[in-house]
T-cell receptor
C-alpha cells in the first residue's frame, strides 16, 4: 500500500483563487512528520510547510496552510490567493519514526500534483 | 551563501561505466540524503547518512554506493550494476537530532545513458 497518496495528478486554477491540494497518508507510528514541497520546472525542491503529528494547531506559513485531520490521516495543503508563480509540481512527504530521539531517516514522497495557475 | 551544491548539472554515462555525483553542503547539517526522481514520479530514497563515516540503505539502494568521509560531502556512485540509471538525482541535508526538521535540497543532477 502507498504510504502517501495524492489523488490529483493535475489541477487548473484561476489566478487569485484559493487552492486545496489533497494528501492522505498511511502509518502505524504515533510520531511522524508531514511536509509539503514545491518543485518548479527547473527541478529544485522548495520546502513549504511542516506539520508534526503531535501539533494541535494547523501549520501556517504565509499564503500556505496545512489542513491536518489526524483521524482521517489527511494533510491537505491550502494556498490562498493563488499567483502565476505558484504553477509547479507539489509533493506531500512523510517522515515516520518516534521522537524525541527519532533520528534523521529519509522522507517518503507522494507522486505529486501538477498545479497550473491560469491568468 | 549557505546551501547545497550538486555537480554536474547534467551527466552522461556509457554502458558499463561507473559515474559519481557530487554533493556538498555548507549548512553544517549532520544528516544527508540521496533521492532519485523518475519522470512524473515522486522522489525515492537511495541512501542516507546521519553522521560521518556512517550511512544506511534507503528503498532503492541496489546499484548505488555512497561514502561519508567528511560532514560536508556525500558523493553518490552509480555503478554499472544499476540497469536503469537514467533519472534526476537530488541530494538533501537536514539538521540531525530528535526534533524533526525539513530537508533542504540541491538543484539536482540529470543522468542519461549514451
Amino acid at each position: 500500500a502507498q504510504k502517501i497518496t495524492q489523488t490529483q495528478p493535475g489541477m487548473f486554477v484561476q489566478e487569485k483563487e484559493a487552492v486545496t491540494l489533497d494528501c492522505t497518508y498511511d502509518t502505524s507510528d504515533q510520531s511522524y512528520g508531514l511536509f509539503w514541497y514545491k518543485q518548479p520546472s527547473s527541478g529544485e525542491m522548495i520546502f513549504l510547510i511542516y506539520q508534526g503529528s503531535y501539533d494541535e494547531q494547523n501549520a501556517t506559513e504565509g499564503r500556505y496552510s496545512l489542513n491536518f485531520q489526524k483521524a482521517r490521516k489527511s494533510a491537505n495543503l491550502v494556498i490562498s490567493a493563488s499567483q502565476l508563480g505558484d504553477s509547479a509540481m507539489y509533493f506531500c512527504a512523510m517522515r515516520e519514526g518516534s521522537w524525541p530521539g527519532g533520528g534523521a531517516d529519509g522522507l517518503t514522497f507522494g507522486k505529486g500534483t501538477h498545479l497550473i495557475i491560469q491568468p | 551563501d549557505g546551501g547545497i551544491t550538486q555537480s554536474p548539472k547534467y551527466l552522461f554515462r556509457k554502458e558499463g561505466q561507473n559515474v559519481t555525483l557530487s554533493c556538498e553542503q555548507n549548512l553544517n547539517h549532520d544528516a544527508m540524503y540521496w533521492y532519485r526522481q523518475d519522470p512524473g514520479q515522486g522522489l525515492r530514497l537511495i541512501y542516507y547518512s546521519q553522521i560521518v563515516n556512517d550511512f544506511q540503505k534507503g528503498d532503492i539502494a541496489e546499484g548505488y554506493s555512497v561514502s561519508r568521509e567528511k560532514k560536508e560531502s556525500f558523493p553518490l556512485t552509480v555503478t554499472s550494476a544499476q540497469k536503469n540509471p537514467t533519472a534526476f538525482y537530488l541530494c538533501a541535508s537536514s539538521i540531525g537530532g530528535s526534533v524533526p526538521q525539513p530537508q533542504h535540497f540541491g538543484d539536482g543532477t540529470r543522468l542519461s545513458i549514451l
